[in-house]
């Protein structure tokens, strides 16, 4: 069983060793009551979904995967220094060892690469545009987080002198190329900020709206740069409920990352959309666990 906690909801579900879903659900998060009644509604989804010995979290932002703590997490700060992994296993009568914490952006990637369009890749970033922008790493076939914290892509820095992020540094691709970044910026900019309407305007024409998304486009872009020259992936899986955008931003994309990244032949760079949607999460979290 797989968890995945976001800002708005928290969706979860049960997949068989060999990839068939066999149950899912979904509640809202409500992170401003506060972590108490989210753990809650989190142990409540998991009962309806059925009891099972072990289940994977998870989570926004860097985390303790040890003590099962979420460290920092800039986009749903009730939750710093909460011992979710304790709680949760607390709530639901089973060991805590038996619930694994993983980022959320990371266990999306293990779910793409399991089930989904990361498929039998060796190397390749996830990266999931929502409220946050979200990395996970898979090299070697592997997730990859050195330390602990790696490939926190959304606070890569592109632009020092941008917009405040969440995170205490300036201009990360996260405050530039997230869905809340978009729609900011789509207001400074005089247009729509519903991103269906904006993605549906820049597909019909050459106009402001595909300006801007092509201006996103290329700071994600920018940041992705970076990952190609220090690691040579060549691919990118792009996720999130922003990313059904992809078609009207990959050409921004595409010039950001050629704009700052040097190297080898670029020429077989793909940019491909993720297949889960928004069961990739969950997903990953519930692979964790078998
Ligand atoms: C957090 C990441 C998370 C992403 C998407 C970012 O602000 O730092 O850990 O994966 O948002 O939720």
Redesign the pocket.
Known sequence: MGIDV??TAIKGGAVSADGEVLDKGEIPAAVDEGPEAVVDRIAALARGLGARAALGLG?????DRDEGVVL?????RPLDGFPLRDELARRLGIAPPAVRIE????V?AIGEHWLGGARGEDHVLMI?L???????LILDGHLFVGDG?G??V??TVVDPAGPP???GQRG?V?VLA?ATAARRRALEAGLSDDLIELAAAARAAQGPERTLLEAVGRDLGRGLGTVVTLLDVRCFLIG?GFGRALDVLIGGIAEGIAERSTGPDREDLRILPATLGPDAGWIGAARMTC
């Open positions: 976001g800002g989570v926004p932002g860097l985390l920092s997490s800039p986009n749903l980022n959320d952006a990371n999306a999931t929502g409220t946050g922008v979200g990395g996970g914290g490939g926190e959304g606070h992020c969440g995170c990360c996260e997230s999130g």
